[in-house]
């Protein structure tokens, strides 16, 4: 199944019985599904699988970081599962990205590769403390290029890094970015937020949304209102 939908719900949930009971309320037509930490450990392999067999894309967002080989190893295995997406840290340098796209080489239908630059809930003063002396700005520009000469279809970045990162790796590089709100819906703890419009004006490939579809009474509902608004924009 593959779907024009640029909506890549978050499967938030500690147990696959209600991660299940989400993705059954979904249309693998409008959205693909983005299964993480908590979940993965909880449900593993069986879980993607199933919402597989439902028809969904995954994007199994693990955010490998580990030595090149290690990493490497991580990724060939979720090639095997047959996610559509994955990810590594960029942080992890040169030698690491460039062994997770060497080992995707095999793969006739290898999933994305995306790398993630400076995680958002990090601020200078928090980057300061572990050496990062260049301030998140800088080091993510820094590290999407890294990425991109490593041979990473994209990154995650948030919606306000997005334009900037188009502008400086072009039309091809894939831009995933969680941080997406309707103006009507909570923010929670997200901070630097954009709706959905904003973040495909800015330049996004991907919109990674979370609670705003799966805490939503009706979430098949909120997601094709999401859709409604872009294909108006
Ligand atoms: O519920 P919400 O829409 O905030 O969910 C966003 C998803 O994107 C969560 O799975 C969160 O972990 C992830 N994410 C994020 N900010 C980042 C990277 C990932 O919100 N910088």
């Given at each position: 199944m593959t779907t024009s939908s640029p909506v890549v719900v978050a499967l938030d949930f500690p147990t696959a019985a209600q991660a299940l009971e989400l993705a059954r309320q979904l249309s693998p037509q409008d959205c693909r599904l983005k299964i993480g930490k908590e979940l993965f450990t909880q449900a593993g392999p069986s879980l993607v699988e199933a919402v597989q067999d439902m028809g969904f894309d995954v994007f199994l967002d693990l955010k490998f970081h580990d030595i090149p080989n290690t990493v490497a190893a991580a990724v060939t295995s979720a090639a095997r599962m047959g996610v559509w997406m994955v990810n590594v840290h960029a942080s992890g340098g040169r030698k690491m990205m460039q062994a997770a796209r060497d080992a995707l080489l095999p793969f006739e239908k290898p999933p994305l590769l995306i790398a993630v630059t400076i995680?958002?809930?990090?601020?200078d003063e928090e980057l300061f403390e572990i050496g990062y002396m260049a301030g998140a700005g800088t080091m993510v520009e820094n590290l999407a290029s890294l990425a991109q000469q490593c041979g990473m279809d994209g990154v995650v970045c948030s919606a306000q890094e997005a334009s900037v990162i188009r502008q400086a790796q072009g039309a091809d590089f894939k831009l995933v970015t969680p941080g997406i709100r309707l103006p009507e819906s909570a923010k929670d703890d997200q901070t630097r937020i954009l709706t959905p419009e904003a973040a495909v004006a800015a330049g996004s490939d991907y919109l990674v949304i979370g609670r705003p579809i799966t805490r939503a009474d009706d979430p098949q509902a909120a997601l094709s209102h999401i859709l409604k608004r872009l294909s108006s924009q």
């Open positions: 995680l958002t809930s990090l601020s």
